[in-house]
C-alpha cells in the first residue's frame, strides 16, 4: 500500500513538473489553435484524422534522415498518434516532455556510441555494402544493434570520402592508409559528434526544438504554405521579401573544419564601412551586452538567428584572423540594400532589339509610403529599355517562389489597360475582384515570360493575369500550382508567443478557374531538367483542393495571340537542338540518380573512389552547359546602367559576370527567337 501511493505520489509529482516546464508552450498550442481556427482559410476540423496528421509532420521533421530515432520509439510514438487533437482540447501540454526526453536520450546514445567508435577498429574489408537510397525509403533503426552497425557505416564511408577528398591519389592513400585513417577518422567522429552537439546548442535547446517542431506541425497540417515563425524567424522571412534590412553586413558560412566563416561582406553594410573584418575570419564569439553565442558545434542558422534577432542591434564579434590573432570589433546594424531583390533590365541586341529583366521575387518596401519595391524598380528599368526602342520584353519569372501579392497586383496593371486582374476569396467564402484601375499601360509591345517548376504563388499570379488577357506569351515548363496568400499574424495580441504565416486568402483567375495544384500551363512549352521531379504542390498530401469561383466582374482580353506558327518553329528548333537534347537527357538521369535507388558497391577505398568518379563524372555531363564559353545571345546594358558602373568598380565586376550567364542561357535564347518569330509572323 505504502509503494502504491509513494508511486502514485512520483507519478503526480511528475506531472506537475512538466505542467510547470511546458507553460509557454501550452500557451502558444492554445493561442496558435484558436488563430487557426478563426483566421486560416479552411482550417482542418480538430479530429483524429488530424491529429494522425499533426503526428506524421512533426516526427518526420524531428528526423528527417531517420537516424536518430529507433523503430521501438516510434511504435511507442504512434500510441498517441490520435491523441494530440484531444491534447489540445484539453491543454494537455505534458505529452511534449517524452518526445523532448527520447530524442535527448537518442542523441546521448548516438554520442556515446561514436565516442566509443574512436578506440575500435573499423571495417574497409569489402564484407560491407553501400547502396544510395532516395530520402522515401530511408527507414529507421530496428534496435541500438543495427544503429550500431549503421553508425560503423557512415563513419567508415565518410573516412574514406575524406581522404579521397584530401588527398585524391589512391595509391597515395593505399601507401599509407592506417596512418592516414587514425587522422581523418578523429576528425570525422569529432564532427559527427559536434553536428549532434549543433542540435543541443540551438536557441533554446532540445526542449525549443521539438517544442517548436510541433507547433510547426499544428500549422502545416491545413496546408503546406502556412507556419510557425519564432521572432527570428519573422524577421529573416520578411528580410526575404525586402527591398533593404538591418543588418551587420556579413554573410556567413560553416567551413570543412566545422568553423564559422565570414564568406562575404556586403557593400555598403556595417562591416564594410568599418572595414576591420575581412573575408575568411573565423568568428569565436558574438556577445551583446545580455547575451552571447559561443562558435563552439553551432550551426550556421544559429548565427544568422543570433545576429538577426530585433533587439541585437550592437553585436561584438570576437574573431580570429589569418595570422592567428583575436579580434573583438564591435558593429552597429545599418540599413543596406537587398541586392537578391533588385531587378537591372539587359539589351537583347541581335538582328532586332529586345528588353530582358530577370525578376528574382516580387519583394516589397515595408516602409515605403505605398509599399512599393519590385514594381518602382521595373518602372525604372522599363524607362531605361524603352529610351533603347527596344520592340519586345522578356521577363524571366523562372525559380522565382513568389513574395508580396499587393507587388504582383501592381506589376499585372502595368501591362494592361485597366480591369479585373484575379478574383480573392477569403473565409466564409467572401470575395472581391482586384482590379487595375489606372487607364493605360507601361508597356504595350510583345511580352514573352519564361517560367518553371519553381515560379510560384506572386508570379503565377501576375502569369495568369497575362495569359488571360492575351497580353503574354507564357513559355517553359508548368508552374508549381500555388494561389494561396499569407499573412503573418502574432499567436496573441497582447503577448509574446510568437507568430504564424497564415494562409488567409486564395485567389483564382479572373475567369474563375484556380491554378491550384494545377499550375500555369505554358503556350510554348520547353524541356527542363526538372520535369517529372513531384516538386509541385499537388503532391503535398496536405495542399489545398483545386475548385473553381463566381465571376462578377467580367474581364476583356485582347484579341487571342496567333501562336499556331511561332509555336511550330519552335518546336522544330526545340526537336533539332543538340542543348535541348542533353537536357531531356540529363533530366531522365538526374531523376534515376535523385529518386531511385543505386546498384550495390563495396566499402572499401576503391570501389567507393570508382563510385564516386561515376557520379562526378553523371553531374559534369548534366550541368556541363554551365562551362561551354561560346555565347548564344549578344547581351548589353543599357546606356543609363553604363553611366552608373563606371562609378562602381564592384558593381561592374559582378555586371560582367551576369552578362556572360545570360549569354549562355539557352531559355533565353529560345525566347527571343519565339519573340522573333511572333512579330516577323504577325507583321507580315
Do not use: W
Amino acid at each position: 500500500m505504502i509503494h502504491r501511493f509513494f508511486s502514485l505520489f512520483i507519478f503526480l509529482f511528475s506531472l506537475n513538473v512538466f505542467s510547470q516546464d511546458t507553460p509557454l508552450f501550452c500557451e502558444q498550442v492554445s493561442a496558435l489553435n484558436v488563430l487557426i481556427k478563426n483566421q486560416h482559410y479552411a482550417p482542418k476540423l480538430l479530429n483524429d484524422e488530424t491529429s494522425k496528421g499533426i503526428f506524421d509532420l512533426f516526427i518526420k521533421q524531428l528526423d528527417i534522415e531517420k537516424e536518430i530515432f529507433l523503430k521501438t520509439d516510434i511504435e511507442l510514438f504512434k500510441a498517441e498518434a490520435y491523441k494530440f487533437d484531444d491534447y489540445i482540447k484539453d491543454s494537455n501540454c505534458d505529452f511534449i516532455t517524452n518526445y523532448t526526453s527520447v530524442l535527448k536520450t537518442r542523441i546521448n546514445t548516438i554520442k556515446s556510441k561514436l565516442e566509443a567508435l574512436k578506440t575500435k577498429p573499423l571495417d574497409y574489408s569489402g564484407s560491407q555494402t553501400l547502396q544510395f537510397t532516395p530520402r522515401k525509403e530511408f527507414t529507421y533503426s530496428k534496435d541500438e544493434a543495427e544503429l550500431d552497425k549503421r553508425l560503423r557505416k557512415k563513419v567508415s564511408y565518410k573516412v574514406i570520402i575524406k581522404l579521397i577528398d584530401e588527398y585524391k591519389d589512391i595509391s597515395t592513400i593505399e601507401g599509407d592508409f592506417k596512418t592516414l585513417e587514425v587522422e581523418v577518422k578523429e576528425k570525422i567522429i569529432n564532427n559527427e559528434l559536434c553536428l549532434l552537439d549543433e542540435i543541443g546548442n540551438k536557441i533554446g535547446g532540445i526542449k525549443r526544438l521539438v517544442e517548436e517542431t510541433f507547433l510547426n506541425a499544428l500549422v502545416l497540417v491545413n496546408d503546406p504554405n502556412s507556419t510557425f515563425f519564432n521572432d527570428t524567424e519573422k524577421i529573416t522571412y520578411e528580410n526575404q521579401l525586402s527591398k533593404s534590412q538591418l543588418s551587420f553586413g556579413i554573410i556567413t558560412k560553416k567551413n570543412k573544419n566545422g568553423d564559422i566563416v565570414v564568406a562575404h561582406i556586403i557593400p555598403g553594410g556595417a562591416a564594410f564601412k568599418n572595414g576591420k573584418i575581412e573575408k575568411d575570419d573565423i568568428l569565436k564569439t558574438l556577445k551583446t551586452s545580455k547575451s552571447s553565442l559561443e562558435m563552439f558545434c553551432v550551426s550556421n542558422e544559429d548565427v544568422k538567428q543570433f545576429t538577426n534577432k530585433e533587439e541585437h542591434k550592437t553585436i561584438t564579434f570576437s574573431v580570429k584572423k589569418k595570422n592567428g590573432t583575436l579580434q573583438n570589433i564591435t558593429l552597429t546594424k545599418s540599413k543596406i540594400r537587398v541586392e537578391l531583390n533588385s531587378v537591372r533590365g539587359y539589351l537583347i541586341n541581335e538582328t532586332q532589339k529586345y528588353g530582358y529583366i530577370k525578376i528574382p521575387s516580387f519583394y516589397t518596401n515595408l516602409e515605403s509610403p505605398n509599399g512599393r519595391g519590385l514594381t518602382t524598380d521595373i518602372a525604372k528599368e522599363l524607362y531605361k529599355l524603352q529610351k533603347e526602342n527596344i520592340e519586345g520584353l522578356i521577363l524571366d519569372l523562372r525559380f522565382n517562389g513568389g513574395g508580396s501579392m499587393q507587388e504582383a497586383i501592381e506589376l499585372s496593371g502595368m501591362f494592361i489597360d485597366r480591369g479585373p486582374v484575379a478574383i480573392i476569396t477569403s473565409k466564409a467564402n467572401e470575395s472581391y475582384t482586384v482590379r487595375d484601375n489606372k487607364r493605360g499601360s507601361l508597356f504595350n509591345k510583345p511580352l514573352i515570360i519564361l517560367v518553371n517548376e519553381f515560379s510560384a504563388s506572386a508570379s503565377e499570379f501576375f502569369s495568369a493575369a497575362m495569359q488571360d488577357y492575351n497580353r503574354a506569351i507564357i513559355v517553359g515548363s508548368t508552374t508549381y500550382g500555388k494561389s494561396s496568400a499569407q499573412t503573418i499574424l502574432p499567436l496573441h495580441k497582447n503577448k509574446n508567443l510568437g507568430f504564424s504565416k497564415l494562409t488567409k486568402q486564395v485567389f483564382y483567375r479572373v475567369t474563375g478557374k484556380s491554378h491550384q495544384s494545377l499550375g500555369i500551363t505554358p503556350d510554348i512549352v520547353l524541356p527542363s531538367l526538372y520535369d517529372n521531379f513531384e516538386t509541385a504542390e499537388r503532391f503535398n498530401p496536405n495542399a489545398l483542393k483545386n475548385d473553381s469561383t463566381e465571376v462578377t466582374l467580367k474581364h476583356r482580353p485582347l484579341k487571342p495571340l496567333n501562336l499556331k506558327e511561332t509555336i511550330q518553329k519552335s518546336l522544330k528548333r526545340v526537336n533539332e537542338s543538340v542543348t535541348f537534347k542533353d537536357i531531356k537527357k540529363a533530366n531522365s538521369t538526374f531523376y534515376n540518380i535523385l529518386f531511385n535507388k543505386g546498384k550495390r558497391y563495396k566499402l572499401t577505398l576503391k570501389s567507393i573512389a570508382k563510385e564516386m568518379d561515376a557520379r562526378k563524372a553523371i553531374m559534369n555531363s548534366i550541368f556541363k552547359e554551365e562551362n561551354q564559353e561560346t555565347s548564344l545571345l549578344k547581351i548589353e546594358n543599357t546606356k543609363s546602367t553604363l553611366e552608373l558602373l563606371a562609378y562602381n568598380e564592384d558593381d561592374k565586376e559582378e555586371n560582367d559576370k551576369i552578362i556572360k550567364e545570360l549569354s549562355l542561357d539557352i531559355y533565353i535564347k529560345e525566347g527571343q527567337n519565339i519573340l522573333t518569330d511572333y512579330l516577323n509572323s504577325n507583321n507580315n
